[in-house]
């Protein structure tokens, strides 16, 4: 994960409605067995190339996602306007340097201003983002930016920590794989009181499932 080298504004919608080409996945994925040394017709890799197309359609679904059918009738009007806190949301990525996964826990936080969202959607909106090529850094902030964008709120702030594979497993500072980033907006940037309520709230250990 080189932090500082990734594309800031990637070109072209965030939604493409692009749908993948799993012929020309599944072509390319034999060709890299062939260019490894492998044997791409033997007994274990024979359908390995279609079930790694049929994977990215799901690993890569975020891009053809619709955002409007995710919100779909779950914006509620609302008087309520205390902090909303939505903690550990699993995600699982892929990073876009090396097309390995990162994953880990998503925090979300509001304060409404007339606006809520039903709960469940928060996830959605977190895989939404989470199912691309991506960085860390660019997934907290398109999170962050979408529900300020849908709910208008008078803040909102997300909290991401990542454990990324594509350090674990090549072995190169192994002690930098669990990342956090996180990505504030209105009372949360502007009000540290705020911002230290969120905080302390996902500091705490989560509460035991029931
Ligand atoms: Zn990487």
């Known amino acids: 994960m080189d932090n500082t080298d990734f594309d800031d504004n990637p070109t072209g919608d965030l939604f493409t409605n692009n749908q993948i080409d799993t012929g020309e996945v599944e072509a390319a994925v034999r060709q890299i067995l062939q260019a490894v040394g492998e044997t791409p017709d033997r007994e274990g890799l024979k359908r390995t190339p279609e079930r790694v197309a049929r994977m990215y359609t799901e690993l890569l679904s975020g891009y053809s996602v619709d955002p409007a059918a995710i919100i779909n009738d779950a914006?509620?009007?609302?008087?309520?306007?205390?902090?909303?806190?939505?903690?550990?949301?699993?995600?699982?990525?892929?990073?876009?340097?090396?097309?390995?996964?990162?994953?880990?826990?998503?925090?979300?936080?509001?304060?409404?201003?007339?606006?809520?969202?039903?709960?469940?959607?928060?996830?959605?909106?977190?895989?939404?983002?989470?199912?691309?090529?991506?960085?860390?850094?660019?997934?907290?902030?398109?999170?962050?930016?979408?529900?300020?964008?849908?709910?208008?709120?008078?803040?909102?702030?997300?909290?991401?920590?990542g454990l990324h594979l594509c350090m674990m497993m090549r072995g190169v500072r192994k002690h930098n794989a669990r990342m956090t980033t996180s990505a504030m907006h209105g009372a949360f940037r502007a009000n540290l009181a705020t911002r230290q309520e969120f905080l302390d709230n996902i500091a705490r250990p989560p509460v035991a499932e029931i």
């Open 75 to 161: 914006l509620f009007e609302v008087k309520y306007d205390e902090m909303v806190i939505v903690r550990d949301i699993e995600f699982y990525s892929l990073c876009e340097h090396h097309m390995l996964p990162f994953l880990g826990r998503v925090h979300v936080a509001y304060i409404p201003n007339g606006k809520v969202i039903g709960l469940s959607k928060i996830p959605r909106i977190v895989d939404l983002f989470a199912r691309r090529l991506q960085v860390q850094e660019r997934m907290t902030r398109q999170i962050a930016d979408f529900i300020r964008d849908l709910l208008h709120p008078q803040g909102v702030a997300v909290v991401v920590e």
